[in-house]
């Protein structure tokens, strides 16, 4: 057990509620858990689906959060491969069966029975929060805990969905949206040896862009972005981040051949395509979702190794409510991260 048996916490208490920040008994681990003792936690888009309750599982009270990283506190009596002082980090997939048809094969991410951190069970906007042994992530001494809790999630998200892409080196790769995950979405390209183009409307953020890595960089506002993509060749992907129907629409006439348009970032409005402008490439819309704990550390090495850190404002637990209504109004330059 900890110093003291309490804990100060951020919960949501009923849908549509505000953050409540709450004194509460530590939790203890199950025999298949660890508890961890959060460094950092940081705040995403998705943690509106605790807020307001559009899961179909959540029970409230609920603690959010899954970008959470921290040091292992205690560990449950079946754990056999994490110890006590290690670091590590729980992003979304918050564990799976191992029996399901899907983990048979091999695709905990479809498990029947997949958890999520911060929505089936509390997640890290908390002093501590305990975690499936399958849901954990080692992670690197070279991070911060507070640049590495958005690897967790828009880390992950952009990285699995370009390293899965059938993008090689020195293809043309798009990303559209300089935000929370398109800033980190073009590192990862950059540093992946794509030749990279960042769409965005206005030029604001064309300087940042460049700076992050882009090669070019396309005023979404002053050209039509599927033009310019095609005048370079043709894009084998375009990574939309942003969550609007018309911009994913606005670049699938931009795929080269065999093109992909994955969106990680999702619209509240259904997404139309021609299917001309698809057959033409034999291209396609597709989307991708975060990963497993071991495409969490896989992200999180490679973010080490090639330098790739997010933008970030942190901020204090008891100030969770301020950072959540600053990144949903994105006025956060990129992730907002709370910091027990
Ligand atoms: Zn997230
Ligand atoms: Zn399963």
Not at 49 to 78: C, L, N, Q, S, W
Not at 177 to 206: C, P
Not at 308 to 320: K, M, N
């Amino acid at each position: 057990m900890s110093e003291s048996d309490t804990m100060r916490a951020v919960e949501v208490p009923e849908a549509g509620a505000d953050f409540d920040v709450v004194e509460k008994p530590v939790p203890e681990p199950d025999a298949d858990e660890v508890r961890i003792s959060v460094e950092a936690c940081g705040v995403c888009h998705s943690d509106e689906m605790t807020k307001e309750g559009v899961y179909p599982r959540i029970e409230f009270p609920r603690v959010p959060g899954h970008e959470v990283v921290g040091r292992i506190d205690a560990v449950g009596e079946d754990v056999e491969e994490w110890e006590a002082g290690e670091r590590v980090g729980v992003g979304w997939h918050g564990g799976h069966c191992f029996t399901c048809d899907a983990c048979r094969r091999g695709d905990f991410i479809n498990c029947e029975h997949a958890e999520v951190t911060g929505l089936d069970f509390d997640g890290g906007y908390a002093e501590y929060t305990v975690a499936p042994h399958e849901a954990l992530a080692a992670v690197p001494d070279e991070l911060d805990a507070a640049d590495a809790a958005p690897l967790l999630c828009a880390g992950i998200t952009t990285f699995n969905a370009l390293r899965n892409s059938d993008a090689r080196p020195g293809d043309l790769v798009a990303v559209q949206g300089v935000g929370g995950l398109g800033h980190l979405g073009i590192q990862y390209a950059h540093a992946a040896g794509f030749e990279v183009v960042a769409l965005s409307r206005g030029t604001e953020k064309k300087e940042r862009a460049l700076a992050l890595g882009a090669d070019h960089y396309v005023d979404t506002e002053a050209t039509a972005a599927a033009e310019e993509l095609q005048e370079l060749g043709g894009a084998s992907v375009v990574l939309a981040t942003a969550p609007s129907a018309p911009a994913i629409e606005s670049v699938v006439g931009g795929l080269g051949a065999d093109g992909e348009v994955i969106a990680v970032g999702i619209p509240g409005e259904p997404v139309g395509v021609h299917a001309g402008a698809l057959v033409g490439v034999r291209g396609s819309v597709s989307g991708w979702a975060s990963g497993t704990a071991r495409d969490s550390q896989d992200t999180l090495e490679f973010s080490a190794l090639r330098d790739v850190t997010p933008e970030i404002e942190t901020f204090d637990l008891g100030d969770a409510q301020d950072a959540y209504e600053k990144m949903l109004a994105s006025e956060v330059r990129f992730r907002a991260v709370l910091e027990p």
